[in-house]
């Protein structure tokens, strides 16, 4: 086997890229890594490679399992689905054999070689499933092996209202050793379909007489009756008289039942009993729904085929009737179609009428035409007033043209068949000849009335069967042959199928569902009619043409092959019995993909919990069992094995901080409160020279159905260097923020009195050019050192006293924009400053002064950091509710490690320090706190083809109030 190995080591790339494309189709690599897309699959094909070469040794083995579990333990942990990694299977199986088609024959592997690759890719799948689900090819090999013993002991027919102990009970016993169980008992509703009675018992020969329990009572078996889902009583012992009404389970202490529910209606319920207490796993949950599903088919199609079998013994003890009847009286039967006109005539047509049967006419007219001209209205008439009327009956006696061309008298009556309408729909007949016969009219008479009655019960019995079969409460279909043409299909599987009747009847099921070809239901339906053996399929995948413009879907049936023989029912073909479980399968997998998830999340929690270093809880608080991990009990100075009570667990927990844990735990379990428990306390360990420790527990408290706390779990986190941290922290900053303000205000006076100095010296004439520039500096100077001093003031204000005080009133934002724009073009002439205003300037209730500093702060910000023959653009626009001011200008952008700090204080927009301005880094902080403030925001976009941008926006009317203002 080296040609296919040789083969995917020699592409091996070119396989891992081919996968990686095609899976990038599937939804369940939406979103991945092409590393996790990717996952383990070079090592994987290397692995299969060497088993192809050199055989399954162990070691290959073993590293090929490996390999397999972690890439589907990682599927697993992105929320694949079982599907989803089987699917990805099977396209690497497509995959490989299309590399090689352009490959010469001779490198061309052969059937052995597919063979081993094909075989390792089909234990990948099998694989899937064990780890997906749980259910191992053991458990599934056991399912068949018991569903094969269930089919060959299913009976072929029941009788309505017959004992059923003796055929039933068998299959009751093998369920009962499927379980594992001490015993079972079946039961069955009955006509009325409210009053349940046993069948059979494993422990009794006979059910015990006069028994019943009523499905909708408040006994164990009336819940199962009306659960959709197996119920479990553990404890089965000294239940009182309400509860195990109907039940007779000496010895039994655990009860499972579940009910038999085939068409959506109930036909019964199992209960099975365990000798010990015990809890029932959702493995043997699910194996019970698998037998009752199987004990339901089985029972309703034997109850089916009784019925089947009672009807066409009747309906051939009338045609038998009928048919002797016919011969003896030598009468020419007829039956008319009133629907389509078309009627077919039989018995001695040539001897009463001259005509050989194939020589008459296959519609009514001919009949017509050949009754005498002076009797022909009259019946004409005669007849058709019946067949509009409400009458059963029609009978006339006139005279009709023989073949030789005379007149043949007869007495012709007729049967009248009717819908649920009223409407005719057929005609049953026997003409008479009476032109010699007169005198023995009695007797004849009664002999054709037994006739006319035998038909008509035939014809009555043959109506009942099909409306029993198109009212069934379940998908009926009868097929006909080794085409299988369908000869009856009943209005559910027309739903099923998805196709009108009109469309499906006297034409072959594969004309009718040509998409299901390829799917193997031929093969399945030839089988039961080549074999004579039922067929009897769970949760059978098809997929159907049912939706609009004939696209394929996923459905599940439940599905009953039973043959028919011409012997017991006057028909070779199948009995089709179908109900689709399409969503209770897709319930399940979902189910299933939900119980994996919360595993998967439950380990993740406890990985989560180690790498956190994180200590855990859990106490019931009905029984006051507690549980505490090595983490918590190491934070808080426990034993680290011994039991310890909740008290003992708050003994190192500090005096002043012990109420307020004990209230905040409190209140998690007060009934009707939100069950959260959230608290930081401080514990003293008990060994000598332990310093204090911080403690962040968090938990959640469970309430029962009754509205009681019953569950108390959490963490608990050592968080004394965060809380270190914190103090020190806050210690700094409020001395830096203290600090900051005494200097800010001890440097205010003195720099007041320098403006005010220079503003006297410039107004005094005798300075020369020389002494006024250096004055002109120092005021310069001094202004800036103000501004400075006013952004300390400002940030001081916005830190200590929660935010900067405005004074809102009414204004025209227009007009204030353009004058502090008209400020700034004389400041720096030399700068393009662009204004964009709205016609009608909006009004609104905002701090003149304030916006006037927040508006030169960014244009300030803009003319520093942009190029100088760059415009610098302002623009005012009005949106619902706000007004937008947006600031932009050209240049360099702002890094983008600095963008998400740029509103901190101390940052700037570019590293480094403004020679000209000497800014602090305030401004852009102090423009946020303005804009907060006054209830708005503020956001910047920076990038080097657009340039930067500072947008605010500011609200009408939801400036917040000054400070004590």
């Not at 239940?239 to 209606?265: F, I, K, M, Q, Y």
């Not at 608990?716 to 800010?744: C, N, P």
Request: aromatic share 4%; net charge negative; hydrophobic share 40%.
């Amino acid at each position: 086997m080296n040609l296919i190995a040789d083969f995917i080591e020699a592409n091996l790339d070119v396989l891992v890229r081919r996968f990686a494309e095609a899976a990038r189709g599937l939804e369940s690599t939406q979103g991945l890594k092409p590393s996790e897309v990717i996952s383990t699959l070079p090592e994987y094909l290397h692995a299969v490679a060497a088993i192809c070469r050199h055989g399954a040794t162990p070691e290959w083995l073993e590293t090929r399992a490996r390999l397999e579990e972690a890439h589907i333990n990682l599927r697993l942990r992105v929320g694949a689905t079982q599907q989803d990694a089987t699917d990805e299977y099977t396209l690497l199986g497509r995959l490989i054999p299309q590399l090689w088609e352009d490959a010469r024959p001779e490198r061309r592997p052969g059937a052995a070689d597919l063979q081993c690759l094909f075989e390792q890719l089909e234990e990948a799948m099998d694989h899937v499933e064990v780890l997906f689900s749980g259910y191992s090819l053991e458990d599934r090999q056991r399912e068949k092996r018991f569903l094969r013993q269930m089919d060959a002991l299913a009976p072929r027919s029941l009788e309505p209202g017959a004992d059923m102990q003796g055929p039933v009970r068998p299959l009751v016993e093998l369920i009962v050793r499927a379980m594992e169980a001490a015993g079972a008992e079946l039961f069955l509703v009955d006509a009325g379909g409210r009053r349940m009675v046993p069948v059979a018992h494993t422990q009794h020969r006979v059910p015990p007489p006069g028994r019943w329990v009523d499905s909708q009572g408040p006994s164990f078996l009336g819940r199962v009756a009306r659960s959709e889902e197996p119920l479990a009583l553990t404890q089965a012992r000294g239940l009182e008289d309400a509860a195990r009404e109907g039940l007779h389970v000496p010895g039994w202490g655990t009860l499972l039942g579940l009910r038999l529910w085939p068409h959506g209606e109930l036909m019964g319920v199992l209960c099975v009993g365990f000798a010990e207490a015990r809890p029932v796993p959702p493995r043997t949950r699910r194996f019970l729904e698998t037998l009752v599903d199987t004990l339901s088919g089985i029972l309703d199609r034997a109850l089916l085929m009784g019925q089947l079998r009672e009807t066409a013994t009747r309906l051939e003890v009338s045609e038998s009737r009928y048919r002797l009847a016919s011969q003896a009286a030598a009468d020419t039967v007829w039956d008319w179609d009133l629907l389509t006109q078309e009627v077919t005539w039989s018995g001695e047509t040539r001897r009463l009428l001259g005509f050989a049967p194939e020589e008459t006419g296959p519609l009514a007219s001919w009949w017509v035409e050949r009754i005498h001209p002076e009797d022909r209205e009259r019946v004409e008439h005669g007849i058709h007033a019946a067949i509009r009327g409400t009458q059963a009956r029609w009978q006339d006696e006139y005279r009709f043209i023989h073949r030789q061309g005379g007149a043949v008298r007869v007495l012709d009556t007729g049967v009248i068949l009717r819908d649920a309408t009223g409407r005719g729909v057929r005609m049953v007949g026997a003409m008479q000849d009476v032109t010699l016969q007169r005198e023995e009219e009695c007797g004849r008479a009664r002999l054709l009335l037994e006739a006319r009655t035998a038909r008509v019960q035939a014809d009555t019995a043959l109506g009942h069967l099909h409306r029993l079969l198109q009212q069934a409460p379940v998908a009926l279909a009868i097929l006909r042959g080794p085409e299988h043409v369908v000869e009856l299909a009943n209005e559910r599987v027309c739903q099923l199928w998805g196709r009108a009747s009109a469309q499906v009847l006297g034409r072959p099921l594969l004309h009718v569902l040509p998409e299901v070809k390829e799917q193997g239901i031929r093969e399945l339906l030839d089988g039961v009619l080549t074999t004579g053996i039922p067929y009897v399929g769970q949760e059978l995948h098809i997929r159907l043409a049912r939706a609009p413009g004939g696209a394929l879907e996923d459905a599940y049936f439940n599905l009953v092959y039973q043959p028919l023989h011409p012997d017991e029912v006057g028909i070779q073909g199948i009995l089709v019995v179908a109900s689709e479980v399409t969503e209770a399968v897709r319930a399940r997998q979902r189910a299933e993909g939900l119980a994996e998830t919360l595993q998967a999340s439950e380990e993740r929690l406890r990985l989560a919990l180690d790498a956190a270093d994180m200590g855990s809880w859990d106490i019931e608080l009905a029984t006051g069992r507690t549980t505490w991990d090595a983490r918590f009990r190491a934070m808080v100075g426990l034993p680290e094995r011994a039991e310890v009570a909740l008290d003992e667990v708050m003994r190192p927990v500090l005096d002043e901080d012990r109420p307020r844990v004990e209230h905040a735990m409190a209140e998690a379990a007060r009934p009707g409160g939100s069950g959260e428990f959230a608290s930081e306390f401080r514990v003293r360990l008990s060994q000598d020279g332990q310093p204090v420790r911080w403690i962040s527990g968090r938990g959640h408290v469970h309430f029962g159905p009754d509205g009681q706390p019953v569950r108390f779990v959490g963490t608990g986190l050592d968080v004394t260097e965060r809380k270190l941290a914190e103090e020190t922290a806050r210690q700094r900053a409020e001395f830096e923020q203290y600090l900051m303000g005494i200097v800010s205000h001890d440097l205010r006076n003195p720099l007041s009195a320098i403006i005010l100095g220079t503003s006297s010296l410039l107004r005094r004439e005798e300075l020369n050019e020389r002494a006024t520039k250096a004055v002109l500096r120092i005021q310069s100077s001094a202004e800036r050192a103000v501004r400075m001093i006013r952004d300390l003031l400002d940030f001081t204000q916005a830190r200590l006293g929660g935010g900067l005080p405005i004074q809102c009133q009414d204004l025209e934002l227009g007009a204030l924009v353009r004058q502090v724009v008209d400020e700034a073009r004389m400041t720096a002439p030399e700068r393009d400053l662009q204004v964009s205003l709205p016609q009608a300037g909006p009004r609104g209730c905002w701090d003149p002064d304030r916006v006037t500093q927040l508006l030169i702060n960014l244009l300030g910000n803009a003319l520093k950091y942009s190029p100088e023959d760059t415009p610098v653009t302002v623009r005012l626009r009005e949106v619902p509710g706000s007004v937008l001011l947006e600031v932009h200008n050209a240049g360099e952008p702002i890094p983008a490690d600095v963008l998400p700090r740029i509103f901190q204080p101390m940052q700037r927009g570019a590293p480094g320090v403004d020679a000209a301005t000497r800014s602090v880094g305030l401004g852009l902080y102090i423009v946020r706190t303005i804009v907060q403030a006054h209830g708005g925001t503020i956001d910047v976009t920076s990038t080097r083809e657009a340039g930067t941008t500072f947008t605010v926006r500011l609200p009408h009317a939801e400036a917040k109030p000054a400070a004590g203002g």
